[in-house]
């Protein structure tokens, strides 16, 4: 079993910034691909973006590339998701996941552990 347990989400003016971090226990952490998924309001939950578990390798939903950037420290069991240029439609739940497989990639599927979300809210 793997508990993740998100941080960082709040209130930011469009334009802004937010780092959002996942911190995983359990289990050995560089075991698990991480990834990222959000959920707004009255949408289902997608996927925002994802790290290999050695982080050499990620990937991203297209329409974040350039502005988010997912990272991981495997010495403190933590995933990162900087949010740079926060626009309104950036305000979701954001989820921090877990993938046994070491794909970058992931669906709601694919996910093995979830954390239970953190709130970001970007005001215009």
């Known amino acids: 079993q793997v508990q993740l347990v998100e941080s960082g989400g709040g209130l930011v003016q469009a334009g802004g910034s937010l780092r959002l971090s996942c911190a995983a226990s359990?289990?050995?952490?560089?075991?698990?691909?991480m990834g990222w998924f959000r959920q707004a309001p009255g949408k289902e939950r997608e996927f925002v973006a994802g790290?290999?578990?050695?982080?050499?390798?990620?990937s991203y939903v297209d329409s974040l590339k350039g502005r988010f950037t997912i990272s991981r420290d495997n010495a403190k069991n933590t995933v990162y998701l900087q949010m740079n240029s926060l626009k309104p439609e950036d305000t979701a739940v954001y989820y921090c996941?877990?993938?046994?497989?070491?794909?970058?990639?992931?669906?709601?599927?694919?996910?093995?552990?979830w954390g239970q979300g953190t709130q970001v809210t970007v005001s215009s």
């Open positions: 790290i290999s578990r050695g982080g050499g390798s990620t």
């Open positions: 996941a877990a993938r046994t497989e070491n794909m970058v990639t992931m669906s709601k599927g694919t996910v093995d552990y």
């Open positions: 359990g289990r050995i952490f560089s075991n698990y691909a």
